[in-house]
């Protein structure tokens, strides 16, 4: 492909548009700035700069750039004819004084005509009303094709002047730089245009030269190296695919893309932007919604009314043309062309200007040569804007074509939801519907875990609605809503296993809702009912008969319209109603129910959730008789905030139960080697368990995995403290020996070792992990007088020289290793006081420690504690601690050095 400039000049507030064929057989064209206008040109970006889209707004706000008149103005609502007087020049040069033929010359204009009228039904002529043989004094055949037509202009003293065009042939084979003609343009109803000697192209250029001069630019291809077909931009007007460009003129099934000796039908954005045809061509559908189907008919018979439709992407308001590309009138040439330029074709207004139009084949890997053969999509294929609005076509014949527009893209996304007790066990499920129309069952577990995904139904992208979280229709089963795109409203009674009972449509026309929520018993007469909101945010109260249907709606809520997602917030705040908002600001606010169809006050639960894709409620997930909120995320993962009971979040969890009988609890790291932590725990009479995390907040069954070990004064998890195997026990004997448990990393004990003696001189001994920063596990001894020291590990089993890290430390009740409970990389230090005061020591990366801080109250309510890393699966530290009751509680950090609710990752 030839490279040329390309620029667009103001001239006078009008748009002056110029343009030329290059080469034979064919090749790139060039639109350049009339040099016979005044004015500043405006550089356009070249085709390897990844030119920007062209946009059209929404119906009724004019497009950025158009030119600025018409060559069919209308007159009183009725399009006025304009019939083009041309005066038609053979001029002579300097260096050659051949003559075109005059009746050559007129047969080509008479053939632009022709198209034209054909295009315009009827309307737009060009008609010779002036003959002239020319002797030009100063054009010579050297001179580029713009000076040729400003000098012989110049001295034919032609000036612009409304629905008149000037046309010169020379005797030239082609005009400077190999073109074939070249076009220009005021105001889009007069013009000139340039023309070498008679080819098999002249009757093709000419009529491309005139599209220049009614105001038009070039047809245009998208080009991507990825072969997508259609593509976004930035918010500075570069394609979101580094890979894509405009190939200008890539559009040969158009007559303004490259020259040809066939005169294809100008394409529907030329043909809607310049007033050609009736006004009824084109079937404008606006904004697209739903999924709806449409006939098109063969582009090339321009009798035919409504035989192309256009329609805007309901995200990104682009507009996209659809055309019937059959060798019909002009495009009777497709009959012996590539089977891919038969079909549906794509096209855009806009390219590389916006008075250009731009074709989005099915493969926009740059073709080679002069000419694409797949303009066309063929029946079975897809094409999906940027934007994600889909165009299947249907079906594709010699005298028609169906395609289907489907604008509703909530039919393609994952949608996720809390269906209840699905499968009958006793525990909340999550239901999912996948983005390929499966849907997925997610049992729910014990230890607030959700388990493998089991699909249990296809074709749900029928759907774009989908939910539930409860018994709608009365028989004690968790069941399921659905919404169609026209507003069908259908209901799947739950088989109370993980299937479904027939189906039954339950309502129609719920399309004019923006949400639908599955509200819980809103109104109080333990019955399911459903909230609707509006586009205008109007909030509905629909209240369920119990047996599959709703009584008369009512208003309860107006302004919802402000909110990115509306939950069930059924028994979040004292077992009463309600409904959870996040704002686009991320803030989640509670609207309390008063059991009787209205609100209490609102009130503030969190920030920060402007990321969440979903919001779930109305389940107790932790099952401790509170309901909680679970955040889903686009990609699938899950959070689940324990609620409090009172309209806020949980700041400890209860995990288990009867663990009074142990007198240590102690995190094993990751014992079993399933990647998710693990806790060990003694019982008083020397029982070892393995209580392996589930990497949710729980735990898999419980086992043995020794006895006898109450002849330790001290056991401690000290990682891979050997470099082999899995996470090793130290432990020290009464008689000061220090001996290390190596494990295989998947939960079993190799035979022991004694790693040191003396041991029992120290009251407390700590595993901190690596606590001086040269990536070894170490272990730290305090002894009774207060004074810590740090004893290095080796990282093959042994220490290096220890150092002493502190003194005092005898004041405290008890001391732990948190981990890197600050963020920072570093192991750091707990230690709690007599009086409950819990205490952070984080940790320099150099065996020493940053200045401690209060991090707790209250903590002498517990026998022991236990830092227990990423435990609940969500990325940040943990702590667990055993009340005396013999509860295990669980606590989160926030990663930061400080505690927050309870968050966990059920997946």
């Not at 003609?181 to 000697?197: D, E, F, Q, T």
């Not at 069930?568 to 309390?592: F, H, I, K």
């Not at 309510?861 to 969500?874: H, L, S």
Request: a neutral charge; proline letters at 5%; charged letters at 15%.
């Amino acid at each position: 492909m030839r490279s040329f400039s390309r620029s667009i000049a103001s001239v006078t507030g009008l748009l002056v548009l110029a343009a030329g064929l290059v080469s034979l057989p064919a090749a790139a064209s060039v639109a350049a700035t009339d040099p016979a206008a005044g004015g500043t040109a405006l550089p356009v970006e070249s085709p390897t700069e990844q030119e920007h889209h062209g946009y059209e707004s929404a119906p009724g706000v004019p497009m950025d750039g158009p030119p600025s008149g018409l060559a069919l103005q209308t007159e009183a609502g009725v399009t006025a004819p304009v019939p083009i007087t041309v005066k038609l020049v053979v001029a002579t040069l300097v260096d050659n004084r051949d003559v075109v033929p005059m009746a050559q010359a007129e047969t080509a204009v008479t053939a632009s005509s022709n198209y034209w009228k054909a295009m315009s039904a009827g309307r737009i002529s060009m008609t010779v009303t002036e003959r002239a043989t020319f002797d030009s004094k100063t054009a010579r055949s050297t001179d580029s094709y713009y000076d040729m037509i400003n000098k012989i202009t110049s001295e034919l003293k032609w000036t612009y002047s409304a629905n008149k065009a000037l046309v010169i042939f020379v005797p030239s084979a082609t005009l400077g730089g190999g073109a074939l003609g070249a076009g220009y343009s005021s105001n889009g109803n007069s013009g000139r245009v340039l023309m070498p000697k008679i080819s098999g192209f002249t009757s093709s250029v000419i009529a491309h030269e005139f599209g220049h001069v009614l105001g038009s630019m070039h047809a245009d291809a998208l080009q991507c190296s990825s072969g997508v077909s259609d593509v976004g931009v930035t918010s500075t007007g570069q394609f979101t695919d580094s890979s894509c460009y405009i190939r200008e003129y890539g559009d040969s099934t158009d007559l303004m893309g490259l020259s040809s000796y066939s005169m294809p039908v100008i394409s529907s954005p030329f043909w809607e932007a310049r007033g050609l045809g009736n006004g009824t061509d084109v079937r404008d559908l606006g904004v697209a919604s739903g999924v709806k189907s449409y006939t098109l008919k063969p582009w090339g018979d321009t009798k035919l009314a409504y035989r192309a439709v256009k329609f805007a992407d309901p995200v990104s308001r682009e507009v996209y043309y659809l055309e019937l590309r059959q060798p019909v009138g002009y495009d009777a040439y497709l009959a012996s062309g590539s089977a891919g330029n038969r079909g549906v074709k794509v096209v855009q207004r806009g390219g590389a200007t916006p008075s250009s139009s731009l074709v989005l084949m099915p493969s926009t890997v740059p073709f080679s040569g002069y000419y694409a053969n797949n303009h066309t999509w063929q029946a079975g294929s897809t094409f999906i804007t940027n934007a994600g609005t889909r165009v299947t076509i249907n079906a594709v014949t010699a005298t028609s074509a169906s395609v289907t527009i489907d604008a509703d893209l909530a039919r393609h996304t994952k949608i996720q939801f809390s269906a209840g007790d699905f499968n009958g066990d006793g525990r909340p499920d999550m239901v999912s519907r996948e983005a390929d129309g499966s849907l997925l069952l997610l049992p729910g577990l014990g230890g607030n875990k959700l388990g493998t995904p089991v699909k249990i139904g296809s074709g749900w992208n029928a759907f774009n609605l989908v939910l539930g979280n409860g018994d709608f229709n009365g028989d004690g089963k968790s069941d399921i809503i659905a919404r169609t795109s026209d507003g069908g409203l259908w209901l799947y009674p739950g088989s109370g296993t993980g299937g479904f009972q027939p189906r039954k449509q339950i309502g129609s026309g719920w399309q004019i809702f923006k949400r639908v929520v599955a509200a819980g018993d809103f109104d109080g007469d333990s019955k399911r009912d459903l909230l609707a909101i509006r586009g205008d945010g109007t909030l509905l109260l629909y209240p369920g008969n119990g047996i599959g249907g709703f009584a008369a709606a009512r208003q309860v809520g107006s302004g919802w319209q402000a909110f990115t997602a509306v939950a069930s917030a059924n028994g979040l705040a004292d077992d009463s109603p309600g409904l959870l908002a996040r704002s686009s600001d991320g803030v989640v606010y509670l609207y309390p129910g008063n059991g009787t169809g209205g609100f209490g006050p609102r009130k503030t639960m969190s920030t920060g959730w402007n990321g969440v894709a979903d919001i779930v409620g109305d389940q107790d997930f932790t099952g401790d008789g509170k309901t909680d909120m679970l955040a889903a995320s686009t990609a699938g993962s899950m959070t689940v905030h324990a609620g409090n009971g009172s309209g806020g979040f949980a700041g400890r969890l209860t995990i288990g139960a009867g663990w009074g009988r142990f007198n240590k609890v102690w995190e094993a790291g990751d014992f079993d080697g399933d990647g998710r932590p693990d806790i060990l725990a003694r019982t008083s009479q020397g029982d070892l368990l393995l209580y392996a995390g589930n990497g949710s907040g729980g735990f898999r069954a419980s086992r043995l995995i020794g006895s006898g070990w109450n002849a330790f004064t001290q056991i401690l998890s000290a990682g891979n403290f050997d470099g082999a195997g899995g996470p090793d026990l130290i432990v020290s004997s009464p008689d000061g020996g220090l001996l290390m448990y190596p494990t295989d990393g998947r939960g079993n004990f190799y035979p022991s070792k004694r790693i040191g003696n003396g041991w029992n001189v120290f009251s407390r001994i700590l595993a901190p992990g690596d606590f001086n920063g040269d990536g070894k596990a170490d272990i730290i001894g305090q002894s009774a007088d207060g004074t810590m020291w740090l004893y290095p590990g080796s990282g093959t089993g042994g220490f290096q020289p220890k150092k002493l890290i502190g003194a005092g430390w005898n004041s405290f009740s008890d001391v732990i290793g948190s981990g890197d409970f600050t963020g920072d990389g570093k192991a750091d230090l707990m230690a709690r006081t007599g009086d409950g005061t819990l205490l952070l020591y984080p940790g320099n990366g150099a065996s020493g420690f940053l200045p401690s801080r209060q991090i707790g109250a209250g903590w002498n309510t517990y026998t022991t504690m236990a830092g227990v890393g990423r435990f609940t699966g969500t990325g940040s530290p943990n702590l667990v601690a055993v009340a005396l009751d013999g509860t295990l509680v669980l606590y989160s950090g926030t990663g930061t050095g400080s505690f927050r609710s309870v968050i966990l990752n059920p997946r």
